[in-house]
Nanobody, 127 residues
């Protein structure tokens, strides 16, 4: 059974940091592009960051402009895990964060290109 499970969401003050983790099971994550997405209340789900496969591609990363320089996506294919390190968090980063896998080694960082999703983890940035 293909499954992605996120963890690490929490309430944090502005300027703080969080590390989100995503554990994959039922398939080998290393062949596929992965991504982190978020959905704030009343808004559509949006891409945050994506990373192509290292095994079958070049491990290229992509970030949306609002998180560039603050967030870092990474993957540990030996552990079948992916991560999102979030630093200098802002209130506008508040959302449910989802990890996802695309069934191709590289893809555009858009929700429609990702076929397997986790259940989400809440990140709240507030003082």
């Amino acid at each position: 059974q293909v499954q992605l499970v996120e963890s690490g969401g929490d309430l944090v003050q502005p300027g703080g940091s969080l590390r989100l983790s995503c554990a994959a099971s039922g398939f080998s994550l290393d062949f596929y592009a992965v991504g982190w997405f978020r959905q704030a209340p009343g808004k559509e789900r949006e891409a945050v960051s994506c990373m192509s496969s290292i095994t079958n591609s070049d491990g290229n990363t992509y970030y949306i402009d609002p998180v560039k320089g603050r967030f870092t996506i990474s993957r540990d294919d030996d552990k079948n895990m992916m991560y999102l390190q979030m630093n200098n968090l802002k209130p506008e980063d508040t959302a449910v964060y989802y990890c996802a896998a695309a069934w191709t080694p590289e893809t555009q960082c858009l929700t429609s290109y990702f076929g397997s999703w986790g259940q989400g983890t809440q990140v709240t940035v507030s003082s």
